[in-house]
């Protein structure tokens, strides 16, 4: 173990603030990404002194640690590099020597800081070039270091090697400190409020820089419109000349000479089919229908849909609701479509609108940034120092815009600023005129056309609290989710994290107090709150800590306890009023609920008994009696999930126990979503109009109707429209379906499709995307290929889906796996893919609670579950997993479906049926496979 250094911090005053900041930034490869089992193999450090002057340090580390291939293969390091090079201790020594008693700046610190942490005394100042340019530029989605480097064009080499990274991460540091100093000594104050301590000194000497006309350089030259682009708050909407006569017939916009070919001149492109949708949606408003209308890829379906749309609702004065599944479409249609179709069809009120918990209150972010140390955690302020740029700047207070902040990775500190409504104090709030959500309501209520996504609109559909203006024409695309997001939001679930996360934040007495209640009583005791009043609020927090505690170890019994042995081999298990494992989960639950129950109601009374009391500074006790009411109603909320869901009562519903390393998870989901809607949504509404590339099989809508509750509507009022892509599948499309591997259902399947799929990439090198229907078989196949040094990513080893395909854009031969994320919403267009390889048809598990269930009323009802739900299910799926091959008119690209069953099956034909091309080879041995793939080196011309 190398000898440990105390590095004394410098202050950063000291230096003179209006100087240039002097520092380290440093980089470690590793063996792998464990800091207990992998080791360090290459130290990189760029120091940066007063003057600006730059010195570089790199050393190999020798370890007897055998080097990964696929850390080889990112870094170029191999053992023969390290022969020879100084041990850890030594390497740290000569490190420390370079580095003095500099901060140190490192990119994604708390990875470094654990290999620090194990091995040698961490620098005593470090700031993270992550968290510096998530707040700086909230208008990036990616804050990788090699992303970043390219974009800002200061990349000094090769990325993943320790002397070129800590460059890079020196040069970042600098733009973001002077992205950072730009924003101006207001926006600095707060950032300087929110950031954790160790921010502290590198912020003051920003402000410093500030008031001594330095604010802002960079000290070397970058792209600015990428600078721009990276440092903007919200997005902006595409710009159009305005057309000051409103257009009335889609005749108008959609025909040759039309307003939308003045628009958008060269680029536009008649497509029939976009017109006969605009004009059947036209006639679904004006004559009070539902209406499906599946169009493939091409055809130009959203303006299709918002044309008429917007026409009609500007002509009858009366609301039309557009919902979409993903943010990407919804945001999409605001900023990108809606523009276009406005300077097309002339002005029409259009709005955005999401649900209540994607909204900053800006009340309670004052409150925060005026209170952090009452108010926030010390991780909490982290996070809320990458807020604090935007919070300041955005007109929208939509999260989504602020690229770099994830409200998943920070539920808690997101609970404490979003404008949910347990906190919402609605008009009488003093901060009601700047309120972005209460803006953005009024916004929608004013607008004609209003653009939101599937979510707020199954969350209103239960709601009691309704944020949805009154609306009665309703357009819902993607509409092949249907089924899916309904099930997410008819259902509950309930899991130990929650639990944990919720009493966390409420107390705790590990490494001392902490917590809501913790530091409402430090607080009341620094007020002096004594006397007759003392004696309530003490015995009131007492009994409050107890009473969380409790909660902790009832719910650790019942999330953490014997239940794993029950699950067998199948991961989650159904189970139904009355029987055995209902009961004893019932019992298990039973004392969480009431313990639950009681601290809602203390809290309740805590709360009456703040709101009420007197000498206390008002707006730090507003703030206290907001978060006892929401964890009051926190608590109420989870003790009536858990009873709903172990009770297994509610009617139409299946309930499981699904069984994870973490604890288990229980869930609850509607048996049939179609006679939900037909109930809840339909009676509502006038014209309905589903809208998707993929809702037929077969060339027919009987699944989808059945599943989404349009059977149960009136048929005069239902009708179809289907319409194939404009594009030529023929020539710019092969499939081959391989008929040489057993069928999946066999032991060998995996192994022998494994190794197909590395033959084939060992033959072909293009951008190439291959979709699994489980992890297993995507992990094996993954190592197989590393092994034989096929350089694939894998979807969670690699990266998330995001990193990968926007890796897979840049290479143009990339090979990516995925599961079921990347079957549909994957825009590769050209060459980024031309290869797709399709593991197995996308049959659902049939064991899985719903689907089980879902397939017993099927046939209890004397169906066929088979026919009726699982093969066209897949049949849909199939369909958009092919749909991410050609995605414009010039793509050229193979599928190779590796499941025998497609050529084989009797229903194989129904799934060949229902894709765009058919079968150009059917393979019965991999010559057959080779000569298809030759398709791939044709140009089409
Ligand atoms: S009205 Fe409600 S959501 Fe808006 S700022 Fe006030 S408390 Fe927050």
């Excluded at 609306?471 to 639990?499: C, K, P």
């Excluded at 093969?871 to 092919?882: D, K, N, S, T």
Aim: aromatic share 8%; with cysteine; charged share 25%.
């Amino acid at each position: 173990m190398p000898a440990r250094r105390t590095r004394k911090p410098t202050s950063t005053k000291a230096r003179g603030a209006a100087e240039p900041l002097a520092f380290v930034a440093l980089d470690l490869e590793t063996t792998g990404l464990s800091h207990s089992q992998d080791e360090i193999i290459e130290i990189g450090a760029v120091l940066s002194s007063d003057g600006g002057k730059q010195e570089t340090f790199r050393t190999f580390v020798h370890t007897d640690k055998k080097i990964p291939l696929p850390v080889k293969r990112l870094t170029g390091i191999s053992e023969a590099d390290l022969e020879g090079a100084p041990g850890l201790e030594e390497a740290v020594r000569q490190f420390n020597e370079f580095a003095g008693d500099k901060p140190v700046v490192l990119h994604n610190a708390a990875f470094d800081l654990e290999f620090l942490e194990a091995r040698w005394q961490p620098p005593a100042e470090v700031w993270d070039t992550l968290d510096l340019s998530r707040a700086a530029f909230p208008g990036l989605r990616s804050h990788g270091l090699e992303y970043l480097a390219r974009l800002f064009g200061f990349h000094p080499g090769r990325s993943h090697r320790a002397l070129e990274d800590a460059a890079a991460t020196a040069d970042l540091f600098r733009l973001a400190c002077a992205a950072l100093g730009r924003r101006g000594e207001d926006v600095l104050r707060v950032l300087l409020a929110a950031a954790p301590g160790h921010y502290r000194g590198l912020l003051e000497a920003l402000a410093e820089g500030g008031r001594h006309g330095r604010a802002g350089e960079t000290g070397f030259q970058v792209d600015g419109a990428a600078l721009e682009n990276a440092m903007r708050v919200g997005r902006k909407r595409a710009a159009y000349p305005a057309r000051p006569k409103p257009v009335e017939s889609m005749a108008e916009v959609f025909g040759p000479g039309g307003t939308l070919s003045q628009v958008m001149g060269p680029e536009f492109e008649r497509r029939l089919e976009q017109e006969e949708i605009a004009d059947r949606i036209g006639k679904a408003l004006e004559d009070d229908l539902f209406l499906t209308v599946e169009a493939g890829t091409g055809v130009g379906k959203s303006l299709a849909y918002l044309a008429p749309a917007a026409v009609w609702a500007r002509r009858n004065r009366e609301r039309v609701v557009v919902s979409t599944y993903t943010r990407n479409l919804q945001e999409q249609l605001y900023y990108k479509d809606i523009p276009l179709a406005e300077a097309a069809l002339g002005p029409f009120r259009a709005a955005l609108l999401k649900g209540r918990g994607n909204y900053l209150c800006w009340r309670k972010w004052r409150e925060s940034v005026q209170y952090p140390d009452l108010l926030l955690s010390g991780r909490e302020r982290a996070e809320a120092m990458i807020l604090a740029v935007w919070a300041e700047s955005t007109q929208s207070g939509d999260v989504s815009e602020h690229g770099g902040f994830n409200t998943g990775r920070a539920p808690g500190l997101w609970a404490k600023l979003s404008a949910e409504s347990a906190t919402c104090q609605g008009g009488r709030c003093q901060h009601y005129r700047r309120c972005f959500l209460f803006r953005a309501r009024k916004a929608a209520q004013e607008a004609e056309l209003v653009v939101v996504n599937h979510s707020l609109l199954f969350t209103d559909l239960v709601s009691q609290n309704r944020i949805l203006p009154e609306h009665q024409r309703l357009i819902f695309d993607e509409a092949h989710n249907l089924e899916q997001v309904a099930t997410d939001y008819l259902g509950l679930s309930l899991n130990r994290w929650e639990v944990h996360n919720f009493l966390q934040g409420l107390y705790s007495r590990k490494a001392g107090e902490s917590g809501l209640l913790a530091k409402l009583g430090a607080w009341l005791k620094s007020h002096r709150h004594g006397g007759a009043a003392a004696k309530d609020w003490q015995s009131q927090l007492l009994e409050l800590g107890e009473s969380v505690l409790e909660c902790g170890k009832l719910s650790d019994r019942l999330f953490l306890s014997k239940w794993r042995q029950k699950a067998g081999p199948r991961e989650k298990i159904r189970f139904r009023p009355g029987d055995n494992l209902q009961a004893e989960l019932q019992e298990a639950a039973g004392g969480l609920v009431e313990s639950l129950l009681l601290l809602s109601d203390r809290l309740r009374l805590l709360t009456e008994w703040m709101s009420q009391a007197e000498g206390l500074d008002r707006i730090e006790q507003e703030a206290f009696v907001d978060q006892l009411r929401l964890g009051g109603q926190q608590a109420a909320g989870i003790s009536d999930t858990l009873a709903r869901l172990v009770s297994a009562d509610a009617r139409d519903h299946v309930h499981w126990v699904e069984f994870r390393e973490q604890g288990l998870i229980l869930a609850s989901g509607p048996l049939e979503v179609g006679k939900v809607i037909a109930r809840q949504l339909h009676p509502n509404l006038k014209t309905l109009v589903y809208a998707s590339a993929t809702l037929s099989v077969d060339g027919r809508f009987d699944y989808f109707l059945e599943r989404s509750g349009l059977a149960l509507a009136d048929r005069d009022r239902v009708q179809h429209l289907l319409l194939k892509s404009p594009f030529d599948y023929g020539s710019q499309a092969g499939l081959a379906v391989v008929n040489f591997l057993p069928s999946p259902r066999d032991k060998d399947f995996n192994e022998q499709v494994s190794r197909l799929i590395e033959d084939m990439l060992q033959k072909t090198r293009t951008g190439t995307l291959v979709l699994f229907t489980s992890f297993d078989l995507l992990h094996r196949c993954y190592w197989r290929l590393v092994k034989a040094g096929v350089p694939a990513l894998a979807q969670g080893i690699d990266g998330n889906p995001a990193q990968l395909l926007e890796t897979a854009r840049r290479s143009k031969d990339s090979i990516v796996l995925g599961t079921s994320s990347f079957w549909e919403g994957v825009d590769l267009p050209g060459q980024a893919l031309e290869l797709l390889v399709i593991t197995k048809l996308p049959f659902s598990v049939p064991t899985e609670p719903l689907v089980e269930a879902r397939c017993q009323a099927i046939e209890q009802a004397g169906g066929s579950a088979f026919h009726r739900y699982l093969l066209p299910e897949a049949v849909i799926r199939l369909r958009q997993g092919f749909g991410r091959l050609i995605r414009n008119k010039t793509d050229r690209g193979l599928a190779v479906l590796c499941d025998p069953r497609a050529a084989t099956s009797d229903y194989g034909q129904v799934f060949l049926r229902s894709l765009p091309v058919m079968p150009t080879a059917v393979c019965q041995n991999q010559e057959q496979l080779w000569q298809a793939m030759e398709f791939l080196q044709h140009d089409g011309t």
